[in-house]
């Protein structure tokens, strides 16, 4: 089945998941983020490859960070950026995604990048403007329902690879609502495809999908076993609209048994590293200490996602320089 | 008028007969089989060398999507759709706007249908005021105007004191209740199987427990009332298990499955394509497997179409919220020989599956080949490939998992009650057998 992410000479063509990448694509993208992350540090912020050029920030669903750091990315490449919160303007007039779409496309987008409720609304869009609008334009997922936020997962992999150097000795644990949460899907991709040797996944059974297992993880259920001896713990958000009902009883009990604590996090290595995708909820999947503490990587992961997403936009768009 | 099918390869699944012979309809029925009818004057004659003589199709579920939902299909398109197909008789489910629910729309429907000269239709009845699972319909009126059982759709009925009351008031009027194995809260709001797909997809997704939590209710509301019912839609291995139990304690159960089920799976979705959004979802290897071996074993009495026709802006959305369905009047033959094919199946036994078992399951006088019997009839060219396109289908339902397949068997010619209504423009440009 023919992966719609990638040209027919196997290149990218648009970034819909991290589920289908070569190893060779991954490290590629990582190592042109690598090179992003000194620009930001410069006094002029800005590299040219995306003079011209146009992107379209198009979030159905609302995210004022990730959109902000798209936004960045795209400034700091020197292209022209246009935000569009789609649920204050057209789908409330009746009109249809792809209708939106090709009107945009219409005003020469370069780059789509979505965020949607709905998983696989990115494909749907990316095998659109294939179909209608040619091979200039290009599709970044931004996050889509419970399916993928490749960028989130690229900028772990950027993470960990800046303070483990390497994937092929490590155990990492993914923690809390996995059912939910796209992030731990293109994160268990990425750790599988970089060939980190062991992948954990912790949580309630209610908070896990079923075929798990065949993704490539070790499931726990107990938090403590599940931290023993691994050398990087990515704690996930949990929505508040899941914590108390027919998933969870409580926020206080969830916290009981998974949040991180302190002592919790003692299981792990000495030099185990903490990483959230953010917004935190703390007290809720993670204690202050832990997330303000010496092993946090949490802020750097924030700065990894600019050079990630800089990377990802110059590859798919950007003048070969 | 008198018409003479001479030379085609005349295949009765509920007697067996397989043999070259010369058919003779005559007054709608057929008159005389023999192996050299004469042809009085006047008589039609048509040379079928090389061609399969079967009964008409018999469907046990396609959606002709009236009333009310006509910018997906209309009688006309879909009675055609039928006929193309071989599809002489079917049954459609109450899961219209409005509902089946009253004597005057299903005689409306029923009517309408006559008066168009397709297909034979067999409508359902809701079995619920407006599907909402409350309150009863007329079931004993509704039979009167033509109802052959009564369903739900895919609505399931949450109270399940309205359900047993359901049941006992069917078998009062000895009516067959048609129910799809879903239970009201299990799965809801899914649109995959629930494996190892709709985990990396993301996908909401719908357990096997959906169909046997449902299945072990009924059955006991089966055994409390003594009413007859058919399952509408089987999808899973452990819900096959049930009904293979449930049969063999002697309940008065019977069921299909869709011929979408027969081959694919859920990891054909591939990449979120909703032609691939059925309902009940595809499930794994495992599952189609066994509703193969149902099939063959005698579990499963039949193949339907589960022809739902959909507009396109109800497929060209996200996967999540894409409507279920597919178009398959025109399908059902070919997929169940390339399910015969696959299977080194006689084509006789696999044809049984959509045309003799589903008409005695539904008690009409169709389905069958023989002396007297209305010549319900479809005409085959078992050696045409056909591929699945937009163009190539009559319906106005286009989507379909199976487009760009290439697929065996395509319909010459169909006759309703000895008339040809319908024929290819190949079979229609033959010379005249006479």
């Excluded at chain 1, 499931?219 to 023993?228: C, P, Q, S, T, W």
């Excluded at chain 2, 090389?50 to 398109?77: F, Q, V, Y």
């Excluded at chain 2, 106005?396 to 487009?403: D, R, S």
Aim: glycine residues 8%.
């Amino acid at each position: 089945m023919h992966n719609p992410q990638l040209n027919k000479h196997g290149e990218l063509q648009h970034l819909l998941s991290i589920d289908g990448l070569s190893r060779e694509l991954v490290v590629k993208i990582l190592d042109t983020a690598t090179g992003f992350v000194g620009v930001s540090d410069r006094d002029v912020k800005k590299v040219p490859l995306l003079r011209g050029k146009s992107v379209f920030n198009l979030f159905f669903e609302n995210s004022t960070r990730t959109r902000t750091t798209f936004e960045i990315a795209a400034t700091r490449l020197s292209a022209d950026i246009i935000n569009l919160n789609i649920n204050a303007s057209s789908t409330s007039k009746g009109e249809s995604l792809l209708d939106t779409i090709d009107n945009l496309a219409a005003m020469h987008a370069d780059i789509f990048v979505v965020r949607h409720a709905q998983s696989g609304a990115p494909y749907l869009i990316a095998r659109h403007v294939d179909r209608m609008h040619g091979p200039h334009v290009h599709v970044i997922n931004a996050g889509d329902g419970r399916h993928a936020h490749p960028t989130q997962g690229l900028l772990d992999m950027l993470t960990i690879r800046h303070f483990k150097r390497d994937f092929t000795g490590l155990t990492v644990a993914i923690v809390g609502d996995i059912l939910h949460s796209r992030v731990a899907r293109s994160d268990i991709h990425a750790l599988n495809i970089l060939g980190v040797p062991e992948v954990r996944v912790i949580g309630p059974r209610t908070l896990m999908p079923g075929g798990l297992a065949d993704m490539g993880v070790r499931i726990f259920h107990d938090m403590e076993a599940g931290l023993k001896n691994v050398d990087v713990v990515i704690m996930l958000r949990l929505q508040s609209e899941r914590m108390n009902g027919a998933l969870l009883p409580s926020a206080q009990e969830f916290f009981k048994n998974y949040g991180l604590t302190p002592e919790k996090l003692a299981h792990a290595r000495p030099d185990a590293i903490v990483m959230h995708p953010g917004p935190m909820n703390r007290g809720v999947e993670i204690d202050s200490s832990v997330a303000d503490g010496a092993q946090s990587v949490i802020l750097p992961q924030v700065t990894f996602g600019i050079a990630v997403r800089m990377a990802v936009m110059s590859l798919l768009a950007g003048a070969s320089a | 008028m008198k018409c003479l099918v001479r030379n085609a390869r005349v295949m009765d699944p509920a007697s067996g007969l397989d043999e070259t012979l010369d058919v003779l309809i005559d007054d709608g029925l057929i008159a005389a089989l023999g192996s050299s009818a004469l042809a009085a004057p006047g008589t039609r004659v048509i040379d079928a060398r090389g061609l399969w003589l079967i009964p008409g199709l018999c469907d046990l579920s396609a959606r002709l999507r009236e009333p009310g939902l006509e910018h997906k299909a209309t009688l006309e398109s879909e009675l055609q759709a039928a006929l193309a197909g071989g599809v002489t008789s079917l049954v459609c489910p109450p899961d219209t706007d409005p509902p089946l629910d009253e004597p005057a729309l299903v005689e409306m429907l029923k009517r309408r249908a006559q008066s168009l000269g397709g297909a034979k239709v067999y409508p359902l009845g809701a079995l619920t005021v407006g599907l909402a699972g409350e309150a009863l319909t007329e079931m004993a009126e509704l039979a009167e105007a033509g109802c052959i059982g009564f369903s739900q759709a895919n609505r399931p009925v949450v109270n399940t004191t309205v359900l047993l009351r359901a049941f006992d008031y069917a078998r009062t009027f000895d009516q067959t209740v048609w129910l799809a194995p879903i239970d009201a809260h299990l799965g809801r709001g899914g649109v995959a199987a629930s494996g190892a797909l709709a985990a990396r997809l993301g996908l909401p997704s719908v357990p096997v427990l959906t169909e046997t939590v449902a299945l072990a209710t009924f059955f006991e509301l089966v055994r409390a009332t003594g009413c007859r019912l058919h399952i509408a839609r089987l999808s899973s291995a452990a819900g096959i298990d049930l009904v293979r139990r449930a049969r063999a304690e002697g309940l008065p159960v019977t069921c299909d499955v869709s011929a979408n089920h027969i081959h694919l799976i859920d990891l054909d979705i591939g990449y979120f394509d909703t032609n691939f959004r059925l309902d009940p979802p595809l499930r794994s290897q495992r599952d189609r497997d066994a509703i193969r071996a149902g099939l063959i074993d005698g579990t499963i009495d039949a193949i339907c179409s589960d022809h739902t026709p959909v507009d396109d802006d109800a497929k060209q959305i996200p996967f999540g919220e894409a409507e279920a369905g597919a178009t398959g009047l025109e399908l059902l033959l070919s997929l169940t020989l390339k399910w015969a094919q696959e299977s080194s199946l006689d084509p006789l036994v696999a044809l049984r599956y959509i045309t003799s078992s589903p008409a005695q399951l539904i008690g009409i006088a169709a389905g069958t080949i023989g002396v007297g019997v209305p010549a319900d009839l479809c005409l085959v060219d078992p050696h045409a490939f056909w591929k699945v396109s937009h163009a190539s289908l009559k319906s106005q339902g286009k989507n379909t998992p199976f487009e760009g397949y290439e697929l065996p068997a395509r319909v010459a010619a169909t006759f309703v009650a000895g008339q040809l209504a319908f024929a290819t423009p190949e079979f229609a440009a033959r010379p005249d057998g006479s």
